[in-house]
């Protein structure tokens, strides 16, 4: 089986899915640009070694092949994927997260609504990477049987044994919609959370109001930002925490999650996360996003025994295993296999591995 995948750029946390993909096909990956100083800046690695393919290549001058899956991936009604619905027709994957409308709401609806009918007439599976984009590519009219769950894989890596007395740990941007002010109000009226501090891994513009709002708070000797780090001692610093708190408004995954449990540290989370569908297997637990009182109530819980905490992180190895690269390597082939027999039996529909852990 053949398969080529365009992508936008290198990303470490999609390079090893990859890597375990091209075991299992004979498989291109393709990116339409290198990694941008702002990736760089976030401690993200330029990591395309190892499959197959390592060419920067346009998309518009892509040539497709009748015996050629492909694999396309980016916010569902962009151009590139339109012009690749047009193009590769009965042949085509594509997956994509629930894309941030910050602008252009109207314009992104309109090229929803045109993707959507494209997929439906040429087949085209959609991989919605978290529950809220399916529901929303479900709520344009794309068929049902065309919707599969979808998720980010990668690999596990314990630095160090996970403790119930380390610190807390966010890692993001510092910006608006992580919220991370709301994390530190939380923070600063849970006792058991005090006990532990809290580590903030990230830079952004809201980096020196939100030193000044611990200040505010009489927390600011309990808070370390650390800036920017690279992604191995991100992972470094993860698994020396006690949990790790993902509180955005929105995000369309939320890579960090994976991470965590792959490091066996719980993760609480907001429910307008997607990685918060893994997260509802057992290895943390999910707040209403934007209640301060709920986030409170959950960090109350995490820590509530040491026995409790220790269930979540036990339970993170099970999660671990069923986003691992191996495994969604193995459900996308099954995809493709299911998508090729013409989608005829929802009884050989693929099983989603992280939501039958």
């Not at 890692?171 to 009226?189: P, T």
């Not at 026995?307 to 969604?328: A, D, F, L, R």
Request: charged fraction near 20%; charge should be positive; hydrophobic fraction near 35%.
């Amino acid at each position: 089986m053949k398969i080529d995948c365009f992508m936008n750029m290198p990303s470490h946390y999609q390079a090893d899915f990859y890597r375990e993909l091209a075991n299992l096909c004979d498989l291109n990956v393709w990116f339409e640009n290198n990694i941008n100083d702002d990736r760089v800046h976030l401690g993200w690695a330029d990591d395309k070694s190892g499959f197959s393919n390592e060419t920067i290549m346009n998309w518009k001058k892509s040539f497709f092949n009748n015996d050629t899956i492909y694999f396309t991936n980016g916010i569902p009604g962009s151009i590139r994927n339109l012009y690749n619905s047009l193009k590769s027709k009965n042949n085509l994957l594509a997956q994509a997260e629930m894309p941030y409308f910050e602008n252009h709401r109207i314009r992104s609806k309109i090229g929803n609504n045109l993707y959507s009918s494209l997929m439906n007439k040429n087949n085209i599976p959609f991989l919605g990477i978290g529950k809220e984009v399916r529901m929303h590519m479900q709520s344009l009219g794309l068929k049902q049987k065309l919707i599969f769950p979808y998720a980010y894989f990668c690999s596990k890596s314990i630095q160090s044994k996970p403790d119930f007395h380390n610190p807390i740990i966010f890692v993001g941007q510092l910006i608006k919609r992580k919220r991370v002010d709301l994390l530190l109000e939380a923070f600063s009226k849970t006792r058991t959370a005090l006990e532990k501090g809290l580590i903030i891994i990230g830079d952004g513009p809201l980096k020196d109001s939100l030193k000044k709002y611990s200040k505010k708070l009489g927390i600011e000797n309990s808070v370390i930002f650390k800036g920017t780090l690279n992604n191995k001692l991100i992972l470094n610093e993860i698994s020396k925490s006690s949990c790790l708190v993902l509180p955005s408004d929105h995000d369309g995954w939320g890579v960090v999650a994976n991470e965590s449990i792959n490091c066996d540290v719980p993760v609480v989370i907001s429910d307008k996360c997607g990685a918060s569908e893994i997260v509802s297997q057992g290895c943390g637990l999910i707040f209403q996003a934007g209640s301060v009182d709920s986030l409170i109530m959950n960090l109350g819980e995490i820590f509530s025994t040491k026995e409790y905490w220790e269930q979540k992180s036990y339970k993170c190895s099970s999660v671990s295993e069923s986003i691992s690269p191996k495994t969604g390597a193995k459900y996308f082939i099954q995809i493709v296999e299911f998508m090729k027999s013409n989608f005829n039996s929802n009884s050989n529909r693929p099983a989603v591995p992280w939501l039958k852990v």
